[in-house]
């Protein structure tokens, strides 16, 4: 029932399979599916817009946030432009490509200071070396 009332009623087609198979964890298999499915829709189809933001949303779990918020860019541009035809707005998008960002922008962070921890780390021990060195001579 939860799985139902989460991918929606009616028939299935590939976002269909692709979110299953995104449940089930298989990520690239299903990003294979939103790819192909990509291809089948026409330019104007209403549910390319959400399937750029189902692909943001993949490729972030597999750690390609630059990927991401391409494709977050791509669903928000649909968006606005179908809002500025009257079609629809929606903020979800924008927000989504915030939080990508701002994930990141902290890894890249992160990753910066477990760098200068770890020459901070190493320039203490051959300190120290040197120091143990230079007082058994």
Known sequence: MYMK????????????L????????????AEQYFT??????????????????DLGKIVSHTGDYDKSVQWHKKSLALKN???LAGVFN?????????KFIERKSYLE?????KN??????????????KSETHDNS
């Open 81 to 83: 432009s179908n809002a």
């Open 18 to 29: 692709g979110k299953v198979l995104w449940q089930m964890g298989k990520l690239n298999l």
């Open 90 to 98: 929606d903020d979800e998008s924008s927000n989504s490509i915030g």
């Open 116 to 129: 200068e921890s770890r020459i901070m780390q190493n320039t203490v021990v051959i300190k120290t070396q």
């Open 36 to 53: 192909r499915l990509l291809k089948e829709l026409s330019p104007n189809d209403p549910l390319l817009s959400d399937l750029y933001e």
């Open 5 to 16: 009332y989460e991918l929606g009623c009616g028939r299935t087609n590939l976002r269909t």
């Open 109 to 113: 962070t992160d990753i910066f200071y």
